[in-house]
């Protein structure tokens, strides 16, 4: 048995849902375009699942968090692809997939045929099993990457009132999840290889500033050393998480969150793969011109960079799936993707925002010590290429964005610091 569409996305993640507002705002056609996903609900913004969803009271819940309303877009939910003509596959996933033939076979045994394919499969989180420790399907260690993984982590949560937990890993699902934790009365202790947390991005001195301010809530730190492996009782729940450095800490639940791997097999040996992705231009289109990819599976040009990366957030996945469809539509209207990375977190109170790239020479403003404002900016090769703020205002916020999109010259860093935040505001 088979169907044909003119476009299909395969994924049905924030990419997907942002890919398909913008289909019907330019207007297909009903019956034209399908979407197929192996979750089991309409696109959703998975951001929520760290933050609203974790929440003890008044916690966000479908339909709430359906894309697009993250960026103040219409709700799609199920009724919406319905009225809109947009078939949704859904708790369907798509196990192989021949772009020669322009075919995708389903789980389900259905050939779906396509002209245009928008690859949107995001990524998976990373296991501990790959890094040696086995255990992790035990039924209070979580993961955190979609719905079922959410709902996994709050039965752990409500069975664990004012208990332990051990969360793996300093990255965005570390300290987001942590933060929940502390929010729900547990006690946390984070582990963690590197020196200080959210390693990719912080600096030492800007990760102190966070790490104070969770051991104020509460949090402990054990940094520099990994798990080594479980203890568990006799109904496989695990008691205890032993660490390479010798020390066992006891729980009632772990969080895991030790990075992600784009979801790419279905196309290794098809389309050429670059950063872990699926290499595309600036059209977001494939080594196979029917093929176009978005949000994490995506390895694009950066113009600003002159480099090709893949980035794993929620607004590059927006705004690649809109550029995406503009270039499917209207090819000749379509100019190649320019896009300045943005990176953003919320935990407890706190709230900061990332331009640009972290590379080069970093020049703090603001005090770090007992300010709720403060940033940094980072140069390189004599321009401003990247600019970091936390508890900013919307019009702040929106200064150190068109400074790190303008890259000024900089000559002098002392006076650039003297300038701090006034300086992106005269940008
Ligand atoms: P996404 O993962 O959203 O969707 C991929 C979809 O494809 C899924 O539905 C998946 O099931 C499906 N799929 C994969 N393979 C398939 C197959 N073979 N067949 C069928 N379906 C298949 N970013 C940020 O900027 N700010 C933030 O605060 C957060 N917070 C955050 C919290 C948590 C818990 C997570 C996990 C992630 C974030 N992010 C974030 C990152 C952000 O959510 C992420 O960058 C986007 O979801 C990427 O969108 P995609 O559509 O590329 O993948
Ligand atoms: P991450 O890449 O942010 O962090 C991974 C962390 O894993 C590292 O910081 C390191 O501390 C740790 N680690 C690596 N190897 C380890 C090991 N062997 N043992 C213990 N720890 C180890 O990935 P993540 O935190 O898992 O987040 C998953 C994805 O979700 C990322 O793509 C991230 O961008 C996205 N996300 C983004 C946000 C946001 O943008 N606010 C929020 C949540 C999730």
Not at 43 to 57: D, H, M
Not at 289 to 316: M, N, Q
Not at 335 to 349: A, C, M, Q
Request: proline fraction near 3%.
């Amino acid at each position: 048995m088979g169907r044909a569409f003119v476009y299909v996305i395969l994924g049905g993640g924030v990419s997907a849902g942002y890919a398909a507002l913008e289909f019907v705002k330019r207007g297909v056609l009903n019956g034209e375009l399908c979407i197929i996903s192996d979750e089991p609900v309409a696109p959703y913004e998975r951001p929520a699942l760290s933050k609203g969803f974790l929440l003890p009271e008044a916690a966000a819940r479908l339909p709430s968090f359906h894309t697009c309303v993250g960026a103040n877009e219409e709700r799609l939910t199920p009724k919406w692809y319905k009225e809109h003509g947009v078939e949704l596959v859904l708790g369907t996933e798509v196990k192989s997939a021949d772009v020669k033939r322009k075919t995708l076979l389903t789980a389900t045994g259905e050939t779906i045929s396509y002209k245009f394919l928008i690859v949107a499969t995001g990524a998976r989180a990373l296991k501990l099993e790959e890094f040696g420790v086995s255990g992790s399907d035990a039924e209070n260690v979580c993961y955190l990457r979609n719905i079922a993984d959410a709902n996994r982590l709050v039965n752990a949560i409500q069975s664990s009132p004012g208990g332990n937990a051990v969360v793996i890993g300093g990255g965005y699902v570390g300290m987001e999840c942590a933060a929940s934790l502390v929010i729900n009365k547990i006690n946390v202790t984070m582990v963690f290889p590197e020196a200080h947390c959210m390693a990719r991005l912080f600096t030492p001195k800007i990760a102190s500033y966070y790490e104070e301010y969770y051991k104020s809530r509460g949090v402990n730190f054990v940094k520099g050393t990994v798990l080594s492996s479980f203890d568990f009782d006799s109904d496989g729940k695990v008691t205890a998480v032993d660490l390479r450095d010798g020390s066992k800490l006891s729980v009632d639940m772990v969080v895991v969150g030790i990075g992600i791997r784009p979801n790419t097999s279905l196309f290794e040996g098809q389309l050429t793969l670059e950063k872990g992705g699926i290499k595309v231009n600036g059209m977001l289109q494939s080594s196979n011109s029917s093929v176009y990819a978005i949000g994490d599976v995506a390895a694009f040009p950066v113009k600003a960079f002159a480099e090709t990366r893949r980035l794993e957030h929620v607004d590059s996945a927006r705004k690649s799936a809109k550029h995406a469809v503009s270039a499917i539509m209207e090819p000749d209207k379509t100019g190649e993707f320019d896009y300045l990375p943005f990176f953003y977190s919320r935990v407890f109170t706190l709230s900061w925002q990332f331009y640009g790239d972290n590379i080069g020479e970093v020049v703090y403003y603001g005090d770090l010590s007992d300010s709720s404002t403060f940033g940094a900016y980072w140069v390189s090769k004599g321009h401003l290429v990247g600019a970091f703020l936390e508890g900013g205002t919307k019009e702040e916020y929106e200064a150190i964005a068109k400074a790190t999109r303008v890259r000024p010259a900089i000559e002098d860093l002392t006076e650039l610091e003297r300038q701090g935040l006034g300086f992106a505001v005269t940008v």
